[in-house]
C-alpha cells in the first residue's frame, strides 16, 4: 500500500517529534562508534607500537573490526527484549553504555604507561560498544517503520540522515583538530579530545530519549508478543535473512569503507593532504545526507527496490575507475568523494525501508537485526581490513574499488529477485508461525 493511498501522506507533529528523537541518539551513538575509524592512525600509535605504521593500522583496523564482530550478538540480545518488552528502553540503555565506552576510550593511558593492559581494555571497550549498537540502529528502523506508517520510507531517510550527521560531526571535530593543533598535539592528545567530547553529547542524548513514547503497532500486539523472538525469525524467516544482508550490502560495505578506511586510506597510503582530505569527507557526507533524504522520498513513490537497483549497477560499473583516479594520488577529492556519496544514495535511501518490511511486527526488530548486523559486520566490520590487505596483496592502491564493486554486485542480485509488492506481505503469506 502506498501512502497516498491512505489518505494521509505527511507525518503528524508526534511521529516527527519520536522520528527525530530516534534518529538523533542513533546519531550521537555513530559519532562515537565512527571517530574510531576517523583517528585509527593515531590510535595505532598510541596502543599498537610497531616498527611499520602499516603493520600498526593494520592491527588498529582489526579492533575497529572487533566492535563489529559483537553486533550480531548484542543485537539479537536487545531486540529480544524490545520485541518482548518494547523499543523504547532498549534505545536508552544503548546509548548510555555507548557513551560511557567513548568516554572510556579517550581517557585509556598509552601502551607506553599501562602496556597490553591499556590495549586489551581498549579492545574490551570496543567490544561493549559493538554490543550496544547491534541494537541501536535497528531499534531505531523498527521504531521510525511503525511510527510513521504513512511516510515509512522518507522515515527511515530522516534516521540515516542524522546517522550521518553524527558522522559529519565526527568530520568537523577531526577538521577542526587538524586546523588548531600541530602534528605532535594531535598524536599524543588531540584525538583523544574527540572521544571525550562524544562521550559528553552522547549522554545528552540519554536525557532526549526519555521523551520517546512506544510504537503504536508494538502496542497494539503486546499481547501476542513472541516468547523466543530470534528464535522464531530463524525458524520461519530465514529466506527474509538471507534476502535482508543482500539488501545491506551494498550500503555497509561502501559506508564501512568510507568511513573508517577512506580518510586513513588517503592519507597514509596516497599522501593527500590531511586538511583537504577532512573537507572533502565533510562535503561528501553532506552530499550523502541531501542525496538519501531525496532518495528516501521516492521510496514511498516508487517500488524502493529500484532505487537499489539503480546504486549497485552504477557503483558496479563505477568503483574501480573512480578508486583508480584516486590512486594516481593527484584526484581533486572535493569532485570524487561526494560523486561516490551520491551514486550510493538509491540504496541509502531505501535498504532500511526493504529490510524493516521482510518481517511481521512481533519479530521485526529481532529480523531486522539479525539481517542488518550480519551484514554490517561482515562487509562494513572486516571491508575496512580487507581493504588494507587487498591492498598489500596486490600492489595496487585502488584495489579496494574492487570490494565495492563486489558488494554492489550482491545487492544487484538481491534487488532482481525482490518483488515488487512488499516484502511483508509475501512472508507474512507464506511463513506464518
Excluded at 559486520?377 to 598489500?392: D, Y
Excluded at 585502488?398 to 554486485?409: D, E, N, Y
Amino acid at each position: 500500500m502506498t501512502p497516498e493511498s491512505t489518505g494521509r501522506a505527511d507525518l503528524t507533529r508526534r511521529q516527527w517529534t519520536m522520528t527525530l528523537l530516534a534518529s538523533l541518539g542513533g546519531g550521537l551513538e555513530y559519532y562515537d562508534f565512527i571517530v574510531y575509524g576517523i583517528f585509527a592512525q593515531y590510535i595505532a600509535a598510541a596502543f599498537f607500537p610497531a616498527s611499520d605504521p602499516v603493520a600498526a593500522l593494520t592491527l588498529s583496523l582489526a579492533v575497529f573490526a572487533v566492535g563489529y564482530l559483537a553486533r550480531p550478538l548484542g543485537g539479537m540480545v536487545l531486540s529480544h527484549f524490545g520485541d518482548r518488552y518494547g523499543r523504547k528502553t532498549v534505545f536508552v540503555v544503548t546509548v548510555f553504555v555507548m557513551s560511557a565506552c567513548t568516554l572510556g576510550m579517550g581517557l585509556i593511558p598509552p601502551h607506553a604507561s599501562w602496556g597490553v593492559w591499556a590495549t586489551l581494555l581498549l579492545v574490551t571497550l570496543r567490544f561493549v560498544q559493538g554490543l550496544c549498537i547491534g541494537g541501536e540502529l535497528p531499534g531505531a528502523i523498527t521504531f521510525v517503520v511503525e511510527t510513521a506508517r504513512h511516510r515509512p520510507g522518507f522515515a527511515c531517510g530522516i534516521v540515516f540522515a542524522l546517522v550521518n550527521s553524527g558522522v559529519l560531526l565526527a568530520s568537523l571535530v577531526n577538521l577542526a583538530l587538524q586546523s588548531w593543533l600541530p602534528p605532535a598535539a594531535m598524536a599524543e592528545y588531540g584525538w583523544r579530545l574527540a572521544f571525550v567530547f562524544g562521550g559528553v553529547l552522547g549522554l545528552v542524548s540519554v536525557w532526549l530519549r526519555r521523551a520517546l513514547e512506544e510504537t503504536p503497532e508494538f502496542l497494539r500486539l503486546q499481547h501476542a508478543a513472541a516468547r523466543s523472538p530470534v528464535g522464531e525469525v530463524l525458524r520461519h524467516h530465514r529466506r527474509a535473512v538471507l534476502a535482508g544482508i543482500g539488501i545491506v550490502a551494498l550500503t555497509a560495505g561502501f559506508n564501512g569503507i568510507l568511513f573508517a578506511h577512506m580518510p586513513a586510506y588517503l592519507a597514509g597510503v596516497l599522501r593527500y593532504d590531511r586538511q583537504g582530505i577532512a573537507l572533502a569527507m565533510n562535503l561528501a557526507l553532506v552530499a550523502m545526507s541531501l542525496s538519501l533524504l531525496a532518495a528516501s522520498w521516492f521510496a514511498d513513490r516508487v517500488p524502493p527496490r529500484r532505487l537499489l537497483l539503480a546504486s549497485s549497477v552504477i557503483l558496479l560499473v563505477g568503483a574501480v575507475p573512480a578508486y583508480a583516479v584516486l590512486a594516481r594520488g593527484d584526484a581533486n577529492l572535493i569532485l570524487v568523494l561526494p560523486l561516490l556519496t551520491v551514486a550510493v544514495a538509491g540504496a541509502n535511501g531505501s535498504f532500511a525501508y526493504l529490510l524493516a518490511k521482510l518481517f511481521p511486527t512481533r519479530v521485526r526488530f529481532s529480523g531486522v537485526a539479525l539481517s542488518l548486523n550480519l551484514g554490517f559486520t561482515l562487509l562494513s566490520g572486516l571491508g575496512p581490513l580487507a581493504a588494507n590487505l587487498l591492498i598489500g596483496a596486490t600492489g595496487w592502491p585502488g584495489a579496494p574499488g574492487l570490494i565495492i564493486a563486489a558488494v554492489a554486485l550482491v545487492s544487484l542480485v538481491t534487488a532482481l529477485r525482490l518483488s515488487e509488492r512488499t516484502a511483508e506481505d509475501a512472508v507474512a503469506a507464506q511463513a506464518r508461525p
